[in-house]
């Protein structure tokens, strides 16, 4: 059993030996890539001269090899054809027209796109890009090439981008805010979220329509309707940016009437709980902190702390540091009172 | 200048998975705080 390091070399030095011939005189580039919340990943790209090319990670290859699932020659083998259908695909044979004029900023405009991540656990990553920090959040601008269901390809906004653009952090906010239309936004009853995603699951199981609705049932019918929502985007790739948004988050207090609850479930979305006096903020804290724990993986994480809106003033917060702000008004106003000289003879 | 494109993903099992674990927890809580309400008389 080879270990990672010599499974890499091995991967790095035998790869072409099952590429095509025109891949012959290819150079194999072993790299690492920081991802959110400082997951590193080792990537390995064939540069062969075309402007895009796929990057394939390696970790998860070493992990099938080293469980026993697929033999070394087969594994280089295999990450040989992945490579080769990636590079194929017709969304790799668009990019490359779309790649040509990132570079300005009128024609990459319409693409921007805004995504949150965790402040302290990015720090790194971070120190590259522009970003707007929100509480213990931080606000980062990609521009997005192509989006579907399956997934998203995109490329982070970084300081060089940034200058080339030669605009103003607003101004790359208020693009991203503009461009985050109300039909991107999904944000329903989390029991319809589950209905939808839960079906398709139970469709695949069975074969029958009527028979997955009833497993569906069954598995939700002790949930409350519109007691508990969900944001995120229409593919939920990244959809917990949407809580970002002033016009979206004014627009949830509109729908569900008031104040809520933020849970950040990951980075893909966000569970609002409108206030109601069964809801202990520090039990929610506690349980977030269980579900990342437990649920979540590290890169998809988004935050330990629960959020609050408040739809009078405006005001995203951290509810810990919310509350703190209320018992240090309601002091305040007490130690006043008190100051006041008494009115009876 | 380097292109880093970026591929994202969502697992939707994954998602199902850490929802109802938290609409489970959520729920159970707020079950146990109207049932205790129930019993006391403030």
């Known amino acids: 059993m080879l270990t990672y390091d010599e ?15 025109n891949y012959r005189n290819a150079q194999v580039q072993l790299d690492r890539v920081l991802k959110n919340n400082g997951v590193v990943l080792d990537s390995l790209k064939i540069m062969d001269g075309t402007p895009v090319t796929p990057v394939l990670y390696l970790n998860h290859a070493y992990e099938i090899y080293r469980n026993g699932d697929i033999s070394l020659e087969d594994n280089v083998k295999k990450l040989a054809n992945d490579y080769q259908s990636a590079k194929q695909s017709e969304e790799v044979v668009s990019y ?41 959040l931080a606000i980062t601008y990609h521009i997005v090439f192509q989006s579907n269901d399956r997934g998203v390809t995109s490329m982070i906004v970084n300081n060089q981008l940034f200058h080339l653009y030669g605009i103003t952090l607003d101004q790359l906010h208020e693009t991203a805010e503009n461009n985050l239309a109300s039909q991107d936004v999904k944000f329903d009853s989390l029991t319809n979220i589950l209905r939808e995603k839960l079906y398709i699951d139970a469709y695949e199981f069975c074969g029958n329509e009527q028979k997955a609705r009833e497993i569906v049932q069954k598995e939700l019918e002790a949930m409350e309707e519109n007691s508990m929502y969900i944001v995120t985007n229409q593919t939920g790739i990244n959809g917990a940016s949407c809580i970002m948004s002033d016009k979206v988050k004014e627009m949830i207090s509109e729908k569900i009437g008031g104040d809520y609850y933020i849970i950040p479930s990951s980075i893909h979305e966000c569970l609002i709980l409108p206030k109601r006096d069964e809801l202990l903020p520090e039990e929610l804290q506690a349980m977030i902190q269980e579900v990342n724990r437990t649920q979540v993986l590290p890169e998809e994480k988004l935050s330990d702390n629960l959020y609050e809106y408040d739809s009078k003033e405006k005001k995203f917060q951290i509810s810990e540091e919310a509350l703190e702000h209320r018992m240090k008004q309601e002091k305040e106003l007490e130690k006043k009172q008190e100051q006041k000289p008494s009115m009876t003879p | 200048m380097q292109k880093n494109l970026e591929y994202s993903t969502n697992d939707p099992s994954r998602m199902v998975s850490r929802l109802i674990k938290l609409e489970k927890m959520i729920a159970k809580k707020e079950q146990e705080r109207k049932e205790r309400r129930k019993n006391v008389d403030l």
């Open chain 1, 96 to 136: 490359s027209k779309k790649l040509s004029n990132y570079t300005y900023f009128d024609e990459i405009r319409d693409r921007i796109e805004m995504r949150v991540c965790n402040l302290e656990n990015n720090t790194e990553r971070l120190a590259g890009v522009p970003h707007k920090v929100v509480a213990d």
């Open chain 1, 7 to 21: 499974f890499k070399s091995y991967v790095e030095e035998n790869i072409l030996r099952y590429m095509p011939e």
